[in-house]
């Protein structure tokens, strides 16, 4: 072999370029491999490594998609772009086309959240204020459709960019699960895990648009004012507990506060009024037959126990609630939180039964006004 021989290869060799692109961030999702104009030369070597992929793009059309490995770039595996530049016998001069090298690999704890409280309708509560936030992991499962349809002519294009489109969509299709729900206020704290499967499952088609996969998505935390915990906890606690008990115990512990209260004289001699009165109860308690006959000679007559208060219990979109008294049954019928279909049920009585079928809260529909005096 002569002397020209040999500098005609060491040339060619040369001229081999090497397609390649070593990621060096955390945070880059597409990067374009830069060349002068552009300009690729025959039987250049592509090297893809593992979580990445290749992808050319010949005047913003999209050519060719190569998956991990190493390639000679002739016409045998560049066909769409070889038909796009109409190479019919192959070529041996340099082309032009862009490459971008798209990062597969999972990105993991991405945060959202909602920058503004949002509304939600509750039937007790009526419109509450809420926040919630969390993270989502997605990856890059179609690079072709993404590099076209997202990244454009970028040339280095990273998580934070996409992650300013991913939180805009993912605010807008919670809130709207979230209000499909009709869920109580106090259960959306209590469910966030089957939150999160639904919104996932209602947010993927939108991903999957632009070519990204929504591997997880978590609702970490849903907010509301303190006021409003304040009325539920207070809520529940009513829901809970026998109103007459919970009523004598408060009444306890006033009295035993107002007892201890340092007022001088007036102070004492309120605590030991108090102290009485508390005696007298506590006495009435444990002996109501005393109670009920009374006290003769110089102690006063102790009246007789207050008669006991008819408690109705009431469904609300199929939940159960109460027992509240008729008074406040009249109440949240003025209210309109019940109606006349409503169901109803007190002690005694041996199934659930419409409003307005109980005979003692037919008042409640206005049938038992008298008609107008006579004219003379």
């Not at 606690?237 to 506060?257: C, G, H, S, V, Y």
Request: with cysteine; aromatic share 10%; proline share 5%.
């Amino acid at each position: 072999m002569g002397l020209f021989d040999e500098i005609k290869k060491k040339l060619s060799h040369e001229f081999i370029d090497i397609v390649e692109w070593l990621d060096n961030t955390n945070d880059t999702i597409v990067h374009r491999f830069e060349r002068y104009q552009n300009e690729i030369k025959n039987n250049a070597k592509l090297i893809v490594r593992e979580g990445q992929v290749a992808v050319f793009v010949n005047e913003g059309t999209l050519a060719d998609v190569f998956k991990p490995g190493t390639y000679d770039l002739t016409t045998q595996n560049l066909p769409i772009l070889t038909t796009l530049k109409g190479w019919k016998y192959g070529f041996d001069s340099p082309f032009k086309a862009e490459v971008y090298f798209v990062n597969t690999r999972l990105f993991t704890d991405e945060k959202w959240g909602t920058k503004n409280p949002f509304m939600l309708s509750d039937e007790r509560f009526g419109l509450v204020e809420i926040r919630a936030f969390g993270t989502y992991s997605f990856r890059i499962n179609e690079p072709g459709k993404f590099v076209v349809d997202v990244v454009g002519t970028d040339g280095n294009f990273t998580n934070y960019e996409v992650n300013e489109h991913l939180k805009s969509l993912i605010v807008t299709r919670f809130t709207d699960t979230v209000g499909e729900a009709n869920l109580p206020i106090e259960l959306y704290a209590a469910n966030t895990s089957e939150l999160s499967e639904t919104c996932q499952e209602v947010m993927q088609p939108e991903f999957g648009r632009v070519g990204i996969e929504l591997e997880k998505f978590y609702i970490e935390n849903v907010s509301m004012p303190e006021e409003l915990k304040k009325e539920i906890f207070e809520y529940s606690r009513l829901d809970k507990l026998d109103m007459t008990k919970l009523a004598q115990f408060k009444a306890a512990k006033a009295m035993e506060a107002a007892a201890k209260n340092e007022g001088g004289t007036a102070g004492a001699g309120m605590g030991m009024g108090m102290g009485f009165v508390l005696a007298q109860q506590m006495g009435g308690m444990l002996n109501p037959q005393a109670q009920q006959q009374g006290f003769t000679g110089s102690q006063a007559t102790v009246p007789p126990a207050m008669p006991i208060q008819t408690m109705y219990h009431y469904a609300v979109s199929g939940q159960q609630m109460g027992p509240v008294s008729i008074d406040k049954l009249k109440e949240l019928f003025a209210s309109r939180t019940i109606n006349k279909d409503s169901l109803v049920w007190k002690q005694g009585m041996q199934n659930w039964a419409a409003l307005k079928d109980v005979e003692e809260l037919k008042s409640f529909l206005g049938g038992n006004t008298p008609p107008p005096l006579p004219t003379a």
